[in-house]
């Protein structure tokens, strides 16, 4: 916490730097998003589905985000959950929680029912329903192939329920098997997002650190290289490098960031990703003597 404080101090921050947790209005615009807006826009219109993927930390959730805060509640009632890796069961239950329904034993039919007739009411007083399904790369097959009855109104002639599915690229992949085609066949629109370019990387330091309250670039043409080499483009991972550059700048009294300040927090990211990996695998190990 100290450390914290010392750097901010140092750099003359009013508050902490490459935080995920901004404000949407905070959030940089980017011609990804932009486009990613517009084919939200479109299938929620229709009623369709729309399919947001990306690498872990690319931005799907920071984009999630910015597109939901444009819904009005007045006019529409988010349904968002996270996925899991258990049954459609599990799904409804989820789903059935964010309409603030009481969850007990229910069969799988008496729940699609229950889910339907809340959308139903919804579209009766004027409003629509939005399922949202975050980290949906994780659902199962069998889930995938049986989503889709979810979205069929009178006969699958009435789209009132609109379906956002995000998740990694193997999304698209679990989609495309024989079983979940009638799920595919929703989709309308689809966005990636992928890295940034170097250009993109610089304008998203400059903003995060105007965003903190400094206004000029402290990060060199070195330093700004190797951000964007060590992230692959990813932001999140652009986040850890920067924040940790700066503190290695602000330890060593020096109001230029450069790459060897991004090298030192480079180790520091490996060292606490390599210390979770071997944490992750005493777990398995745990677990897996459980289970014999």
Same mark, same amino acid.
């Not at 750099?11 to 980017?30: R, S």
């Not at 989609?175 to 066949?185: D, E, N, R, T």
């Not at 370019?197 to 402290?218: C, E, F, N, P, T």
């Given at each position: 916490?100290?450390?914290?404080?010392?750097?901010?101090?140092?750099?003359?921050?009013?508050?902490?730097?490459?935080?995920?947790?901004?404000?949407?209005?905070?959030?940089?615009?980017?011609?990804? /998003?932009?486009?990613?807006?517009?084919?939200?826009?479109?299938?929620?219109?229709?009623?369709?589905?729309? /399919?947001?993927?990306?690498?872990?930390?690319?931005?799907?959730?920071?984009?999630?985000?910015?597109?939901?805060?444009?819904?009005?509640?007045?006019?529409?009632?988010?349904?968002?959950?996270?996925?899991?890796?258990?049954?459609?069961?599990? /799904?409804?239950?989820?789903?059935?929680?964010?309409?603030?329904?009481? !969850?007990?034993?229910?069969?799988?039919?008496?729940?699609?029912?229950?889910?339907?007739?809340?959308?139903?009411?919804?579209?009766?007083?004027?409003?629509?329903?939005? /399922?949202?399904?975050?980290?949906?790369?994780?659902?199962?097959?069998?889930?995938?192939?049986?989503?889709?009855?979810?979205?069929?109104?009178?006969?699958?002639?009435?789209?009132? !329920?609109?379906?956002? !599915?995000?998740?990694?690229?193997? !999304?698209?992949?679990?989609?495309?098997?024989?079983?979940?085609?009638?799920?595919?066949?929703?989709?309308?629109?689809?966005?990636?997002?992928?890295?940034?370019?170097?250009?993109?990387?610089?304008?998203?330091?400059?903003?995060?650190?105007?965003?903190?309250?400094?206004?000029?670039?402290?990060?060199?043409?070195?330093?700004?290289?190797?951000?964007?080499?060590?992230?692959?483009?990813?932001?999140?991972?652009?986040?850890?490098?920067?924040?940790?550059?700066?503190?290695?700048?602000?330890?060593?009294?020096?109001?230029?960031?450069?790459?060897?300040?991004?090298?030192?927090?480079?180790?520091?990211?490996?060292?606490?990703?390599?210390?979770?990996?071997?944490?992750?695998?005493?777990?398995?190990?745990?677990?897996?003597?459980?289970?014999?």
């Amino acid at each position: 916490m100290e450390m914290k404080k010392k750097y901010r101090a140092f750099f003359g921050l009013t508050k902490e730097p490459f935080a995920a947790d901004i404000a949407v209005k905070e959030i940089m615009q980017t011609a990804q /998003l932009a486009a990613a807006q517009s084919r939200f826009e479109y299938a929620t219109e229709l009623g369709a589905a729309y /399919l947001i993927t990306g690498d872990i930390g690319s931005g799907k959730s920071t984009a999630i985000r910015y597109l939901l805060s444009a819904l009005h509640p007045s006019e529409y009632k988010l349904l968002y959950v996270t996925a899991t890796t258990g049954s459609i069961l599990e /799904l409804y239950r989820l789903i059935m929680g964010q309409l603030g329904m009481k !969850l007990a034993g229910m069969s799988r039919a008496v729940m699609t029912s229950l889910i339907k007739s809340q959308v139903l009411e919804l579209i009766n007083k004027k409003k629509k329903a939005v /399922l949202v399904i975050d980290e949906a790369s994780m659902l199962r097959i069998e889930v995938f192939a049986e989503l889709h009855t979810l979205c069929q109104f009178e006969m699958d002639c009435k789209p009132y !329920l609109p379906l956002i !599915l995000a998740g990694q690229s193997s !999304l698209i992949d679990k989609l495309m098997y024989p079983g979940c085609l009638a799920l595919a066949s929703r989709v309308v629109a689809k966005s990636h997002f992928t890295g940034a370019d170097r250009a993109q990387m610089q304008a998203y330091l400059l903003h995060h650190l105007s965003i903190a309250g400094v206004k000029s670039m402290l990060f060199d043409e070195t330093a700004i290289t190797a951000i964007h080499q060590g992230s692959g483009g990813i932001f999140r991972k652009a986040n850890h490098l920067a924040r940790g550059a700066l503190i290695a700048a602000a330890m060593q009294k020096t109001k230029a960031v450069t790459a060897e300040h991004v090298q030192v927090a480079a180790s520091e990211v490996f060292k606490n990703d390599l210390l979770n990996f071997l944490e992750w695998i005493e777990r398995t190990k745990i677990w897996s003597k459980m289970l014999i």
